[in-house]
């Protein structure tokens, strides 16, 4: 499939004009890409896999993954805001109140996953979160702690994730309005990367909501997990990854090829050991490219390999992401450590995929079991 498309015309002055000026203090400040999603939302980009019935483009993964892509090659705080809002958004889609889909695809409603948990940590499948049902008023209360939730404060929904309320199975999904009495913040967001995506823990204590909220069945929730976001979100998170790889790989070239070793009359780029290490970025970046877009034809034609390939995918790009950025940082030397250069913030914000969960770790697992024809679960 041709990569050039119509969404992409959309974005392409976005990602230039608004993400791309504002990245750096976005990092510095750890601010929310406020300017960015409202622009995003004006070109239609935040319904992008909104149903076109509701006013949305009406795409799928491969979209969100190219979208996402090119949002992390200039900022990937942006990215991740918008890597999790698709990844709701997928959700809601398929089981949520229409006039929420309007909302979304009219670029006036941002979501986000509320999954990960203090006590199952990355095992987001197994929330330890309650939910309980009180008598006489058709309303359900909500008591978590989430650890990490993109968009904290800043999106108007989360799709969250708890036990069961009646029924077997791991979890049940709810649609959260962000601003519900009882949900609390627990700390602002400081971290290594990623510093503008908003993500914090939250607590819920006593929070309701409608029986109505519910996502899906009572105990559905694993299946719309693996089914509906996890397809979705490792899509995306490589894709962020990749848009990284990009980014860092391009500033490298540039760096090398217009810094002086006067005394020799060269430039850095003239020296075969730090071609070398170019080389090596841009073979890394391309083949984790084709992996991600050799996934996206999996998920399209439905080939036996395509949950493997989902599970690769997000792995394969995160250490790659960290070889990559790391190469960068060595081929511009002490320049990498200023700013300026921009490789050191792309070299931090790398680090992340391999943590968020499913953790590569736990993917390297899943993978083993897949290709040993084990169960997953």
């Known amino acids: 499939m041709n990569d050039k498309q119509p969404y992409l015309d959309a974005l392409e002055p976005i990602a230039v004009e608004?993400?791309?000026p504002a990245a750096a203090e976005i990092d510095a400040k750890g601010e929310y890409p406020r300017a960015a999603l409202n622009a995003l939302g004006q070109a239609g980009l935040l319904g992008l896999i909104s149903a076109s019935?509701?006013?949305?483009?009406?795409?799928a993964h491969r979209a969100a993954a190219l979208v996402v892509e090119r949002l992390a090659r200039e900022c990937a705080s942006t990215a991740m805001v918008v890597c999790m809002q698709y990844a709701a958004t997928a959700v809601i889609e398929a089981h949520g109140p229409r006039d929420v889909r309007q909302a979304i695809a009219a670029g006036k409603h941002v979501s986000t996953?509320?999954?990960?948990?203090?006590?199952?940590?990355?095992?987001f499948w197994a929330p330890l979160s309650t939910a309980a049902a009180v008598a006489g008023n058709g309303h359900v209360k909500l008591d978590a702690k989430k650890?990490?939730?993109?968009?904290?404060?800043?999106?108007?929904?989360?799709?969250?994730?708890?036990?069961?309320m009646m029924a077997e199975g791991a979890s049940t999904i709810w649609l959260v309005p962000a601003k519900a009495a009882g949900l609390r913040i627990v700390a602002p967001f400081r971290g290594l990367g990623l510093r503008g995506n908003a993500s914090s823990p939250v607590?819920?204590?006593?929070?309701?909501?409608?029986?109505?909220?519910?996502?899906?069945?009572d105990g559905q929730g694993f299946d719309i997990m693996m089914?509906?976001?996890?397809?979705?979100?490792?899509?995306?998170?490589?894709a962020a990854s990749i848009g990284l790889m990009q980014a860092a790989t391009a500033k490298a070239a540039a760096h090398v090829g217009k810094t002086s070793l006067e005394h020799l009359g060269s430039s850095l780029a003239d020296l075969p050991t730090i071609r070398a290490y170019v080389a090596r970025m841009q073979v890394k970046t391309d083949m984790v490219h084709a992996l991600l877009l050799d996934t996206c034809d999996a998920l399209e034609t439905g080939r036996a390999d395509a949950m493997l390939r989902v599970l690769e995918v997000k792995a394969a790009a995160g250490e790659a992401a960290t070889e990559v950025t790391d190469l960068a940082m060595r081929v511009c030397g002490g320049a990498a450590f200023r700013q300026e250069v921009g490789v050191e913030r792309n070299f931090r914000d790398a680090r992340a995929a391999t943590?968020?969960?499913?953790?590569?770790?736990?993917?390297?697992?899943?993978i083993g079991k897949a290709v040993c024809g084990l169960p997953l679960f």
Do not use: K
Request: glycine share 10%; hydrophobic share 50%; proline share 4%.
């Open 203 to 217: 607590a819920a204590e006593g929070v309701l909501v409608e029986q109505a909220a519910m996502l899906g069945a």
């Open 113 to 123: 996953l509320a999954f990960s948990e203090a006590g199952s940590r990355s095992h």
């Open 18 to 20: 608004v993400v791309a």
């Open 147 to 164: 650890s990490w939730i993109t968009s904290a404060g800043e999106a108007d929904s989360y799709v969250w994730s708890s036990r069961p």
């Open 355 to 366: 943590v968020m969960a499913p953790t590569t770790d736990v993917l390297y697992d899943f």
């Open 53 to 59: 019935d509701v006013g949305g483009m009406g795409l």
């Open 227 to 238: 089914g509906i976001v996890l397809p979705y979100f490792q899509l995306m998170n490589a």
